[in-house]
């Protein structure tokens, strides 16, 4: 999170991009070499093992959420909008994967870790993949040159060795005018002017991970889905938190306004006595319908406050707007998971 101080301080956010995408390659592999290290066998040193590569996956995620979501909010809204679809298509694969994996294996021997086997083998493809074409292709792209160069030529300081890779040199001693950067908002100021942006995004993630996915595999009763219910809910939450975040393109379904975002943000709450009595006296389908509005509501929403806040802004303002927002968006995720065991009083297990 140190992009926060976007000022004087040269912070390479190519560094920190590459940083974070190499750690999920490298904590990815490592999972998968454990496992076929060990043949799939448990024990505390495999267990400890397991949670150190878990804490490194949170480590990339910070350094790339942040990373990216600051970047591209100095370009242009729609970039913001793709790199979210992307976060929720790669929800999406994720379930689709686990859906087929355990077609294909749940009645053989050792199904389970077969089918963890062939996941992790293929989510390590893909983060190379994500490393080669950051490093070497989303720097040279036209679009991406232009806004980089107008963010410097506004005295940003995290685009340099971005446009360096792209081949635009820039002045290693350049200096900001005194005049245009006491024009600039400080990071409090930024802070202050954007609280309810803030606020918004950490109780979306909030209240989304008090419910997803821990209340869906503890909390949902005994149904003839079997070991498929929890599965099935996991992938439509997922379909549809991917679905949702290409409708604010439609500008017409798009909410731009802070009181109607606050608004829905809050009314979501509503669904917590929702899924409790429902996992309580209804059955599958209200279920799953839930579950599905939850991921809905989750995608629409993150894409709005995160394309409409950095608007007016110049671009390292812009940059620590984003970064200001992924922290508050990670301190929800982390807050929604703290909170998960609650439900564990109103199951009775606590």
Known sequence: ????????AKIDTRKRNLAGYTLFFASTLA?????????????????????????????????????????????????????????????????????MTKAA?????????????????????????????????????PIVRHYRTKAASEGSKTVSADLAAAGIETEANETVDDAKYSERLSTKQLLFQNIDYALDLYLIYVLTLSIFPGFSYENTGTHKLGSWYAVVLAAMYSMWDFISRYIPLIECLKIESRKGLMLAILSRFLLIPCFYFTAKYGDKGWMIFLTS??????????VCVLTAAPRGYKGPEQNAIGNLLVVFLLGGIFSGVALDWLWLIGNGKF
Not at 293 to 302: A, D, I, K, P, Q
């Open 1 to 8: 999170m140190a992009t926060l101080a976007y000022n004087e």
């Open 31 to 99: 999972l998968l070499l454990l496992d076929l290290g060990t043949s799939g066998k448990g024990g505390l040193g495999n267990y400890i093992g397991i949670c150190v590569l878990v804490a490194v996956f949170g480590v990339a995620d910070a350094h790339v959420q942040g990373g990216m979501v600051g970047d591209l909010s100095l370009m242009c809204p729609e970039f913001i909008q793709s790199f979210l679809a992307g976060l929720g298509a790669s929800g999406a694969l994720t379930s689709g994967l686990r859906l």
């Open 105 to 141: 294996f749940d009645k053989s021997n050792n199904g389970l870790r077969k089918g963890v086997i062939l996941f992790l083998a293929i989510s390590t493809f893909f983060e190379f993949l994500c490393i080669l074409l950051y490093a070497f292709i989303f720097p040279k792209l």
């Open 293 to 302: 509005f939850l991921g809905l509501t989750n995608g629409y929403l993150t």
